[in-house]
């Protein structure tokens, strides 16, 4: 009984045909004619989902929605916490604010999937522009499973063998077990660097110049020179799509299948934006084996 209602449900939401146009070959699609402000509706957030899914990030523009609209437009993909601590300046439970005139958080100019230092990383994420440079200021994402799709069959297996450590703070090791760190507390996570994507099986390469400083089992001149080819690889613009951001546009990616890199281009020009996530998931390897957390919390500087 409950297989058939699936199935309805299914082809229901097959019958929603978004409009969409594809940005970029490998990654970014823009969908018009939604209005984000409202429920989307069971069959048009399975659709969203699916296009979400296929093309990793998808961009509405001209949606402008109230800090509590994006948590409720986002918590449409997942469960939003609006119960955690709230970053100063936070307009709302759940909401994360960047600022440019933030030195610490205010410029992300590395590529990096978001809070991979955790154990269970952020899924599913919304950001909006609400206030834009006059020139610049654009977010590039880079497709981590298209990345892993063209990388060459030996690279493949040596990457589905490893495991890798993400870390908030530069952290730095002469062997595995003997970490160095810059001091301070800090957190980090053990991942498959090719993690497989729960909903559609899609292998990603999952590593990120922003939070990977090693690579687990390697010697250090190794682990830095095969980053090296797995970064450079993520980055290359044919895995990229690039958006212009306009105040009121919105990005919804899936932080399990793309690097992202804010363009800090714009000098002493304003740019905020507002960011929820949908609760984070561990990641799994090709063989089962799940992300773990690091047990170091804090390290003297050495
Ligand atoms: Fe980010």
Redesign the pocket.
């Known amino acids: 009984m409950s297989g058939s209602i699936r199935t309805e449900a299914v082809q229901a939401a097959s019958e929603i045909q978004l409009q969409s146009r594809a940005l970029s070959p490998f990654i970014g699609s823009e969908v018009v004619g939604l209005d984000l402000k409202k429920p989307l509706g069971e069959a048009t957030i399975a659709a969203v989902r699916a296009l979400l899914l296929k093309r990793g990030v998808l961009f509405f523009d001209d949606q402008h929605l109230s800090p509590e609209q994006q948590v409720a437009f986002t918590a449409q993909f997942g469960f939003v916490n609006t119960s955690g601590a709230r970053r100063p300046g936070s307009p709302a439970p759940g909401v994360g604010v ?1 600022d440019s005139r933030d030195e610490l958080y205010g410029r ?1 100019s590395r590529w ?4 991979t230092h955790a154990e269970e990383p952020s899924t599913i ?1 919304s ?1 909006q522009a609400i206030v834009t440079p006059e020139i610049g200021g654009d977010t590039i994402w880079a497709s981590t499973e298209a990345a892993y799709d063209r990388l060459s069959e030996p690279l493949k297996r040596l990457a589905e063998a490893l495991t890798a450590i993400h870390a908030t703070t530069p952290l730095r090791t002469t062997e595995w077990g003997s970490a160095r760190s810059f001091g301070g507390d800090f957190i980090w996570s053990e991942h498959p660097v090719v993690a497989v994507h729960p909903e559609t099986g899609r292998k990603s390469l999952f590593v990120s110049p ?1 939070y990977t400083p090693e690579l687990v089992g390697l010697r250090p001149h190794e682990s830095v020179a095969v980053l090296k080819v797995f970064f450079d690889h993520i980055i290359q613009p044919e895995h990229q799509v690039r958006f212009r951001w306009t105040p009121g546009a919105i990005a919804l990616w899936d932080n399990r299948s793309a690097l ?1 890199y ?1 363009v800090d281009d714009y000098g002493q020009g304003l740019r905020i934006v507002h ?1 929820v996530s949908v609760r984070g998931e561990a990641r799994v390897g090709v063989n089962g084996e799940r992300s773990r957390l690091g047990s170091i919390s804090r390290a003297a500087a050495e």
């Not at 990096?112 to 809070?115: E, K, N, P, R």
């Open positions: 960047f992300v990096h999937a978001d809070g994420k950001l922003r992202h804010a960011s």
